[in-house]
């Protein structure tokens, strides 16, 4: 069964700090592209990061560039998101994916609620 598990959201004061991590099982994740996607109430889901399926490759949208770091520990099964400097902005459900490169198949996590607010 394949399950991708978020967790690590809360409530932060702007200007603060979270990590976010994703587990994985249920398939290969050393051999799965993965993404962080939020989505705010009222709009449409984003991408925020990816990572490739060694790390050596990561990409962001602007909105976060020089504040969140993606990252994955294959041995773990476990992709993480840093937050840093987080704005009211930033206030969204945080999506982790999976896409698997050998079947081409894409798992979606059930999101955590990230909160940036005084």
């Known amino acids: 069964q394949v399950q991708l598990v978020e967790s690590g959201g809360g409530l932060v004061q702007p200007g603060g700090s979270l990590r976010l991590s994703c587990a994985a099982s249920g398939f290969t994740f050393s051999s799965s592209a993965m993404s962080w996607y939020r989505q705010a109430p009222g709009k449409e889901r984003e991408l925020v990061a990816t990572?490739?399926?060694?790390?050596?490759?990561?990409n962001y949208a602007d909105s976060v560039k020089g504040r969140f770091t993606i990252s994955r520990d294959n041995a773990k099964n476990t992709m993480y998101l840093q937050m840093n400097s987080l704005k009211p902005e930033d206030t969204a459900v945080y999506y982790c994916?999976?896409?698997?490169?050998?079947?081409?198949?894409?798992?979606w996590g059930q999101g955590t609620q990230v909160t940036v607010s005084s």
């Open positions: 990572i490739t399926t060694t790390g050596s490759s990561t």
């Open positions: 994916k999976a896409r698997w490169i050998v079947s081409g198949r894409v798992y």
